[in-house]
T-cell receptor, first 111, second 119 residues
Framework: GEDVEQSLFLSVREGDSSVINCTYT??????LYWYKQEPGAGLQLLTY?????DMKQDQRLTVLLNKKDKHLSLRIADTQTGDSAIYFC???????????FGTGTKLQVIP | GAVVSQHPSWVICKSGTSVKIECRSL??????MFWYRQFPKQSLMLMAT?????????EQGVEKDKFLINHASLTLSTLTVTSAHPEDSSFYIC???????????????FGPGTRLTVL
């Protein structure tokens, strides 16, 4: 079955870059997502990448995909206190099919 | 972009009562809706997949008689937690998707979630 793993916690200083890592097991995953969840709130889709891509950049966010190692990372440049949240890596085979979420990484930004 | 709403956003109920949560796709027709559950400080776990007009498919370990899902129209799915107990307290999130044709986005859209607290 599908399995998506992340480190549980990351602490960075405001202004530094944050890198959140994720590994997945399902080689048939086509869509790989990063979601943000603030305390008590729902999910916010930050970005996603197709499995035939190596990198995607969107403003302060950079997603890197190593398909051979099934490793996905999210880099947040110039991390701000408003970036403090839980970040979920997720995958699906097709965009309209079920999403399997990772364990979530809590990002703490220190002022 | 596509919007999915949930109602209510939060609910508190007594043990033994039933609670209905609605999930609506506001500006598109959802052929498939998914229900996820998130316990505090944990990830989201898929509970069931519902396709309009047919019975829901439940994930292993999810009691179909306890979590009743109805997907009666292309814009509405409901999750009813029957005889709720404190251990059912959780954050329930739905998502909606449609199989695209020659246009449209091949993705799904999440609702804002419903926080259920059972006393």
């Amino acid at each position: 079955g599908e399995d998506v793993e992340q480190s549980l916690f990351l602490s960075v200083r405001e202004g530094d870059s944050s890198v959140i890592n994720c590994t997945y097991t399902d080689s048939s995953s086509t869509y790989l997502y990063w979601y943000k969840q603030e305390p008590g709130a729902g999910l916010q889709l930050l970005t996603y990448i197709f499995s035939n891509m190596d990198m995607k950049q969107d403003q302060r966010l950079t997603v890197l995909l190593n398909k051979k190692d099934k490793h996905l990372s999210l880099r947040i440049a110039d991390t701000q206190t408003g970036d403090s949240a839980i970040y979920f890596c997720a995958e699906s085979i097709k965009g309209y099919q079920k999403v399997t979420f990772g364990t979530g990484t809590k990002l703490q930004v220190i002022p | 972009g596509a919007v999915v709403s949930q109602h209510p956003s939060w609910v508190i109920c007594k043990s033994g009562t039933s609670v209905k949560i609605e999930c609506r796709s506001l500006d598109f027709q959802a052929t498939t809706m998914f229900w996820y559950r998130q316990f505090p400080k944990q990830s989201l776990m898929l509970m069931a997949t519902s396709n309009e007009g047919s019975k829901a498919t439940y994930e292993q370990g999810v009691e179909k008689d306890k979590f009743l899902i109805n997907h009666a129209s292309l814009t509405l799915s409901t999750l009813t937690v029957t005889s709720a107990h404190p251990e059912d307290s959780s954050f329930y999130i739905c998502s909606a998707s449609y199989v695209p044709g020659t246009s449209g986005t091949d993705t799904q859209y999440f609702g804002p979630g419903t926080r259920l607290t059972v006393l």
